[in-house]
């Protein structure tokens, strides 16, 4: 596959911000901004180090959407709720952190 232009990394880090903070405005805003500043920052680097952020970009994008799930709380009792897409559907989420995949509730770090 050939390395995507810079506006293609952009644009797909774009759709990919819109499909996991779809209906939450504040943290649209949040990776809109976040994305244009690294892209700004980036302007004027050399041809290896695009190549290299590019490729960065793209990875990001694939991340995001593999493997952000927007979720809402319901009441007090720490309960919240997902929408979980079929990207999605193979992940296992545990509050101790034993799932097979996925994030868990602070297992691991000691």
């Known amino acids: 596959m050939a390395t995507p232009s810079a506006v ?3 644009r797909a ?3 990919a911000r819109a499909k996991a903070f779809a ?3 504040r943290a649209l805003d949040a990776a809109h901004r976040e994305i244009r500043t690294q ?3 980036a302007r004027d ?3 290896n ?3 290299m952020k590019i490729a960065a970009a793209v990875e990001a994008a694939t991340f995001v959407r593999t493997h952000v799930v927007q979720a809402v709380r ?3 009792e720490g309960a919240f709720r997902m929408t979980v897409d079929a990207a999605h559907r193979d992940v296992t989420i545990s509050r101790d952190g034993e799932g097979e995949k ?4 602070g297992g691991g770090v000691a």
């Not at 996925?102 to 509730?105: A, I, R």
Request: charged residues 35%; aromatic residues 8%; negative net charge.
């Open 8 to 10: 293609g990394a952009y």
């Open 13 to 15: 880090l774009m759709r």
């Open 23 to 25: 209906g939450d405005a």
């Open 39 to 41: 892209f700004e920052r």
């Open 45 to 47: 680097v050399d041809a």
């Open 49 to 51: 180090d695009a190549k």
């Open 74 to 76: 319901e009441g007090d």
């Open 102 to 105: 996925g994030c868990g509730g």
